[in-house]
Nanobody, 124 residues
């Protein structure tokens, strides 16, 4: 079971750090992705962390602003979001899967395990 947290309301240019906790699973064995869904839109990929621990992938819209990371000791995944924009407003989800193929990290189909989302709202 995955649980995302850390969302909230922030002004444009602000920062938030989302956390994803896993119960019953060890993140070390999984690739983890962050996705988001804004009202009226499809859920989209944001960032992915390869299970090997040495490779990350980002959507073009967040490159240079967001950073995905892992703390194996705490069994936690994080999404540090800086320079937030109103268009980043969405419900953010973390997901886990066992795929070891880097090109799959952006695909929702690669993640059978999903957590409940956390709302991020960026005011202009």
């Amino acid at each position: 079971q995955l649980q995302a947290s850390g969302g909230g309301l922030v002004q444009t240019g602000g920062s938030l750090r989302l956390s994803c906790a896993a119960s019953g699973r060890t993140f070390r064995a999984y690739s983890v992705g962050w996705f988001r869904q804004a009202p009226g839109t499809e859920r989209e990929f944001v960032a992915g962390f390869h299970r090997g621990g040495h490779s990350t992938v980002y959507a073009d819209s967040v490159k240079g602003r967001f950073t995905i990371s892992r703390d194996n000791a705490k069994n936690m995944e994080y999404l540090q979001m800086n320079s937030l924009r109103p268009e980043d407003t969405a419900v953010y989800y973390c997901a886990a899967g066992s795929s070891g193929i880097r090109s799959n990290l952006a695909s929702q189909a690669a993640y059978p395990y999903w957590g409940q989302g956390t709302q991020v709202t960026v005011s202009s």
